[in-house]
């Protein structure tokens, strides 16, 4: 037989001749085999080695192949292992008493080596075919084990990614979009301090600080919230990045920390749109008592651009000249003005129309400047 088929067998029988003539027959037929007296001599065996086969006989000394049969039954451990019965008891009780017991079968002494050559074949066969279902079984069983250990990863790595998506979400409600964009990208090089020449749109609400001090907080945060839901769409969508809020103020970047082009023309077109949006907000909250105007300023030229804080706080900013002027423009334009520098004037006076203020003595700059305000854009017309 070849040496996939052989297997070892387990012969128990109280009779020495009985013994040799099936060790004979079975080592005959490729297997390997081990000889034991009687039931507890077979039990103490099948404690120690695992056996593809028993052979046992009924009639023993000390233990019986009856009382090893259901020794066999109550051991998990045995459960697959065939055991034939070869026996010189005939009676049909004792055949069905083993067969009861988990007997795979049961040949009379003497017995006919073909046929026992046969049974053997099958049981071991069966044995096989047993084992293995048991490891595709165990197979199917760890491979369902690594795939719910899979899952719960999975699952675990998903719940982070949404808690992460939803951290961005909230992000994003805090910070100017291209800014949570370039958190996400693993861009944060780009936040590192570094110069550019930007524009600054600085606004705020004329009458705002009389009006904080004398009106009911809620009336103060109804106020903020529509100015903030009508105007900070406008900052996106003209690509801004809304580097602060300062209650009823905002500090607006163009050209940093993404790149743009014509920063101080969108400048001035937010600027523009923003105060049209905040005279049309003024008319609602004129009618609830409250007289508030938009004022803003815008200016161009080179700062120092990037974040600021420390770890586990850090705000995006812009710092230099160019952020006080617009700041200053700001302050000093009226309600309803838009206020911008000698500079911002050169680059957008073909595109929009422009008033000149006079000279500007602003706070904080040693000498006065001229000033302008724009009313406008050339919408198709002649400039």
């Known amino acids: 037989m070849e040496d996939a088929r052989a297997a070892r067998v387990l012969v128990v029988d109280d009779d020495p001749l009985n013994r040799m003539m099936l060790t004979l027959g079975l080592e005959e037929q490729g297997h390997e085999v081990v ?57 049909m009780e004792s055949v069905v008493r083993c067969i009861q017991r988990g007997a795979e079968d049961y040949l009379p002494k003497p017995f006919d080596p073909v046929l026992l050559a046969a049974r053997v074949g099958a049981s071991l066969e069966k044995k096989r075919l047993r084992d293995s279902e048991h490891a595709l079984l165990e197979t199917v069983s760890r491979m369902a084990k690594e795939l719910r250990e899979w899952n719960q990863q999975l699952e675990a790595r998903v719940e982070e990614k949404v808690r992460e998506v939803d951290r961005l979400g909230k992000l994003q409600r805090f910070v100017a979009p291209q800014l949570a964009d370039i958190l996400m990208s693993d861009r944060d090089g780009v936040l590192e301090s570094h ?89 609602v909250w004129r009618k609830r008592g409250h007289v508030l105007e938009m004022g803003a300023g815008v200016a161009f030229g080179y700062a120092t651009c990037g974040r600021i804080g420390f770890e586990g706080r850090f705000e995006y900013t812009a710092i230099g000249p160019v952020v006080n002027l617009a ?48 009313t406008g854009t050339f919408t198709g017309e002649e400039p």
């Not at 120690?48 to 046992?56: K, M, N, R, S």
Request: glycine letters at 8%.
């Open 35 to 91: 000889q034991a007296e009687d039931g507890q001599a077979a039990l103490d065996l099948l404690e120690q080695e695992p056996f593809d086969l028993v052979i046992t006989d009924i009639e023993m000394p000390r233990l019986d192949g009856h009382a090893l049969l259901d020794r066999r039954r109550a051991a998990v451990r045995w459960s697959d292992t065939p055991f034939i019965v070869v026996s010189g008891v005939d009676e």
């Open 327 to 374: 700041a200053r423009l700001c302050g000093e334009a009226r309600g309803g003005q838009l206020l911008v520098n000698e500079r911002v004037r050169g680059v957008i006076e073909a595109t929009h129309r422009i008033e000149d203020a006079g000279e500007l003595s602003l706070k904080g700059i040693g000498r006065p400047l001229r000033g302008y305000v724009v």
């Open 195 to 283: 110069r550019r020449e930007i524009a600054v749109l600085f606004c705020d609400l004329r009458g705002f600080t009389p009006f904080s001090e004398t009106a009911e907080p809620e009336d103060v945060m109804a106020v903020l919230r529509e100015l903030h839901e009508g105007v900070v769409p406008l900052v996106f969508a003209h690509e801004g990045t809304l580097a602060q809020f300062t209650g009823d103020g905002m500090m607006i970047i163009f050209n940093d920390p993404i790149p743009c082009t014509d920063p101080a023309v969108r400048a001035v077109d937010l600027g523009v749109a923003m105060i049209e949006r905040a005279r049309e907000l003024a008319e």
